[in-house]
């Protein structure tokens, strides 16, 4: 008979402690263990040097590289000064082997003067295309090798592959040839062709009129992109319905009433006798890969249109 206060299991308590219980309690005590170890391991940090703790945790040799460093400093240093003598001779070259034209280099042509503070291409505004406002920092490539200088009207700065550009646009209308401007999508076409219109008002007094026909989708977008970068132009967004167009041509016959007209492939063509009347300096289709019959009556018609150059 069991004694008073005893505690008798009963049948089955026994095996109270399964195999999930036990597990738990081994799992608490491996985690104090791990625990232990890793504040002993920190308070033995503690006592060692910079260079041990790197030793052990990345097995980096700290020592030993700052060393090597200091031994190899004494030959680095004679080699960066045969160097440097090196490329002042080649700069020398290069500065004497430059043409000179009417009695100056090329590169001093090009160069802003020293104390000029007025610099346009390092002017800023306001946010106008992400990939148009930085300028490039590709090695081994100067401002100095361009022959057109950034227009005063310009507000912005162009990155150096769009300087180059507007080098080729600006020697294309030299010659007196029409071009096709086939840049990727991003790169800033809208901007490189603003900026040929720009150069040929403040280099050569030509302000137009101008011809812009574009995609009815993105004719705001060329409308919001002169007025960013180039707001001196006098732009004529040409749309709406026949009463609104006629309107907009109230005058447009006089000289200067405006420089630059934006319109739609849909709109000239209801139009087009309107625009055959006028002689255009610049017709400047874009997106005109969307014509994809150069035999269609559209595409004979904006041939037929009196333009001195066409730029696509």
Partial sequence: MADVGMYVPKEGDADADDESTMAAAEAEEEE???????????????????????????????????????????????????????????????????PAVNGYHHDDALSTPQGDSTDTDSMEIGNPETTTRETSTTPGLSSSHHRTPVPF???????????????WLANLYEKNLNGILADEMGLGKTIQTIALLAHLACSKGIW????????????????????????????????????????????????????????????????????????????????????????????RTLLGFNSGRRLL
């Fill in 32 to 98: 104090g263990e791990r625990e232990r170890e890793e504040m002993e391991g920190l308070e033995g940090d503690l006592e060692m040097s910079v260079e041990d703790v790197l030793r052990k945790y990345y097995g980096m040799n700290y020592g030993d590289e700052e060393g090597q460093e200091e031994d190899d400093g004494g030959e680095s240093g004679e080699d960066s000064e045969n160097v440097g003598a090196d490329n002042e001779d080649v700069d020398e070259g290069r500065q004497s082997a430059a």
């Fill in 153 to 167: 009207l310009l507000r912005g700065t162009l990155r150096e592959y769009q300087r180059d550009g507007l080098d």
């Fill in 208 to 299: 137009g009129p101008h011809l812009i026909i574009v995609p009815t989708s993105v004719m705001l977008n060329w409308d919001r992109e002169f007025k960013t970068w180039c707001p001196a132009f006098k732009l004529l967004t040409y749309y709406g319905t026949q009463q609104e167009r006629q309107q907009k041509r109230q005058g447009w016959n006089k000289k200067n009433t405006f420089h630059v007209v934006i319109t739609s492939y849909q709109v000239v063509l209801k139009d087009q006798q309107m625009f055959r009347r006028k002689r255009w300096e610049y017709l400047i289709l874009d997106e005109a890969h969307h014509i994809k019959n150069f035999k269609s009556l559209r595409w």
